[in-house]
């Protein structure tokens, strides 16, 4: 089958090959016919090293398709049925899934994901174990996540990171409240998605910063009540806050620069959220005073704070009335084939999504 793999790390392009195969499937197995994978930020940071993923790996990681086949045991599918792949799912058993109710965090089925891939012999790795940048995928049951037939599985494909991740950090993480001011630098995918996930939970004024003036128009027709480059912030944070800050400021960039500026642009006392994933080498300064004086709580948000047996779901009814728009996030349809001319657009800031049709 098709597939996008990174060779080494620091490529400049995946290689994008015709011969590459999945292992049988297994107990408690499911493999997925992928209809479509989103190209997330995340996947650029696993070919450029700022998110480690050891090469070869098949990359992709925001993916929906159709089961092709289930292992033994597997009881929450069958083949046919359309699905959501979860690279972060729940075990259900252990302390982060139940005693701390936080099965976004749990490990025990993300850490053992992957190895699925073959090329003759040689064992090729997955993107966060989930290889959604090829044509069949094998997973876990609980990585896959049953919708309904009548979803398109191009907007199914969006929620597995990217929408769940932005939306999930201004609904679950910050926890935006009615009426709040808040401010998300980025205005990608994810960042889009935040804008969303704010608009839906209440928030009064919506500030949307980002370096790519063409992302601020657009920003706007998403929820965004206002929009600027990083150098405006601070005449709309007097204009909107009285000087005083936003209540939540979520970060959705990845950089140093932007995370210490969310900070910033927070109001004593208020929430800052980082989303964006930056560099394990790349460190934020904050002085041992301010993180007393400010009281502002720093949070960092790992898929939307999510628990995808229902936040999926839940993600779909709001799209079904019409309060979640993921039809024009998709800024560009491609083929595998032209994962190289995404990655740069998305490099440029062109896009806010592109989804892979298989
Ligand atoms: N200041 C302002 N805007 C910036 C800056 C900056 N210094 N650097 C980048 N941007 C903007 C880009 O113009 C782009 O619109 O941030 C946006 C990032 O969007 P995408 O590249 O589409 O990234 P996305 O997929 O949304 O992911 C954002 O979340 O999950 C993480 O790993 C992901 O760290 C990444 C972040
Ligand atoms: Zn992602």
């Known amino acids: 089958m098709r597939a996008a793999i990174l060779r080494n790390t620091g490529d400049h392009d995946l290689e994008v090959r015709d011969d590459i195969t999945l292992r049988p499937t297994g107990p408690g197995e499911v493999k997925v016919r992928i209809t479509h994978s989103g190209v997330c930020h995340s996947d650029l940071s696993a070919m450029n090293g700022t998110i480690p993923q050891p090469p070869p790996a098949v990359l992709g990681h925001e993916g929906a398709g159709i089961v092709e086949e289930i292992g033994a045991g597997v009881t929450s599918v069958v083949p046919g049925d359309h699905v959501i792949i979860a690279w972060s799912p729940p075990c259900g058993k252990c302390k982060s899934c139940v005693d701390h109710k936080q099965p976004n965090l749990c490990f025990n089925i993300m850490m053992v994901m992957g190895g699925q891939f073959r090329q003759g012999d040689e064992i090729i790795g997955s993107m966060a174990g989930t290889g959604t940048f090829a044509e069949y995928t094998l997973v876990p049951e609980p990585a896959v996540v049953k919708i309904d037939n009548d979803i398109p599985l ?23 409240s009615p009426g709040s001011s808040v401010i998300v630098y980025g205005a990608g995918g994810v960042g889009i998605s935040a804008i969303q996930g704010a608009r839906i939970a209440g928030a009064a004024e919506i500030v ?22 990083p150098d405006e912030v601070d005449s709309l ?38 989303v964006g994933v930056g560099r394990m080498d790349e460190f934020v300064q904050f002085s041992a005073f ?8 720093l949070v960092g948000s790992y ?56």
Not at 170 to 175: D, Q, R, S, V
Not at 208 to 227: C, P, Q, R
Not at 290 to 297: G, V
């Open 208 to 229: 949307a910063v980002d370096m790519n003036i063409n992302k601020l128009e657009e920003a706007k027709a998403f929820g965004a009540t206002h929009s600027c480059t």
């Open 303 to 358: 898929y939307g704070g999510t628990d995808v047996r229902s936040d999926f779901h839940m993600l779909l009814r709001l799209y079904r009335s019409g309060k979640l728009d993921l039809d024009r996030m998709i800024t560009r349809r491609i083929k595998i084939d032209e994962i190289n001319d995404a990655m740069r657009a998305m490099e440029r800031g062109e896009v806010v999504r592109q989804v892979i049709e298989f």
């Open 154 to 176: 191009e907007v199914a494909s969006l929620i597995g990171c990217g929408v769940m991740t932005g939306a999930g950090a201004a609904i679950n993480t910050a926890k935006v």
């Open 237 to 274: 944070k007097n204009s909107i806050t009285g000087g005083m800050g936003f209540d939540y400021a979520l970060e959705c960039i990845g950089k140093p620069v932007t995370m210490r500026a969310a900070y910033d642009q927070t109001r004593r006392g208020g929430t800052t959220c980082i």
């Open 290 to 297: 301010e993180l007393f004086f400010n009281e502002k709580i």
